[in-house]
Structures are given as structure tokens and as C-alpha cells.
Nanobody
Framework: QVQLVESGGGLVEPGGSLKLSCEVS????????WGWYRQAPGKQREFVAG???????NYADSVKDRFVVWKSSAKNTLYLQMISLWPEDTAIYFC?????????WGRGTQVTVSS
């Protein structure tokens, strides 16, 4: 059973920072792709950042140079460090991992950027 649990979301002022975490249960060695997506109110879910086997870290243009994605194998955790946050970054953030047969999603964590 694969479970992904995001944390670290919250309310932050424009220009602020947050670090999201995604704890992954199960045998993580089977996953070949790791990433973050987000969904803003009234919009479709969109790719934010990710990496995988043979895939170097890549980012959506809207977050490049502001967000960094990485994982800790020792902690079975995927991270997303976000700086210079703006209201347009307000969304529910989801982590996702992929193995040979399926994608596995967390339930999301809310990020709200507002003064």
C-alpha cells in the first residue's frame, strides 16, 4: 500500500517562503519519478517540479529560480522549497510518485499567499 502525505502548507505573505514535505510509505526503491503538482481554484492541475530516473530536475517556467525539489531517501520524503511566493502561487499542492504501473498521489496541502 503506497501512501503519500503532504505537509508544510499554510498562509504566507507575498515574498515569503514555505517548505513542503511529502512522506512516502512503502518500498520507495520501486518509484522512478517524483514530483509536485498544484491546482489553483477554478484551474486545472498543473506540473510544478519533478525528477526521475534519467530525468534531471525540471520546473514549470512560472516557478523556475524560485522553487527547488529534492528528496531524502533516508527519510522517504520528497521536498519542495518555495521562495518569493506570490498570490499566483496560491493552490493546493500535491506530490506524486510513479512506478512501472501507476501514479500515486497525495491528498494535497493548501498554500495561500496573501497579505
Amino acid at each position: 500500500q503506497v501512501q503519500l502525505v503532504e505537509s508544510g502548507g499554510g498562509l504566507v505573505e507575498p515574498g515569503g517562503s514555505l517548505k513542503l514535505s511529502c512522506e512516502v510509505s512503502g518500498n520507495i526503491d520501486r518509484f522512478n519519478t517524483w514530483g509536485w503538482y498544484r491546482q489553483a481554484p477554478g484551474k486545472q492541475r498543473e506540473f510544478v517540479a519533478g525528477f526521475g530516473a534519467g530525468i534531471s530536475r525540471n520546473y514549470a517556467d512560472s516557478v523556475k529560480d524560485r522553487f527547488v525539489v529534492w528528496k531524502s531517501s533516508a527519510k522517504n520524503t520528497l521536498y519542495l522549497q518555495m521562495i518569493s511566493l506570490w498570490p499566483e502561487d496560491t493552490a493546493i499542492y500535491f506530490c506524486v510518485v510513479r512506478d512501472a504501473s501507476a501514479d500515486y498521489w497525495g491528498r494535497g496541502t493548501q498554500v495561500t499567499v496573501s497579505s
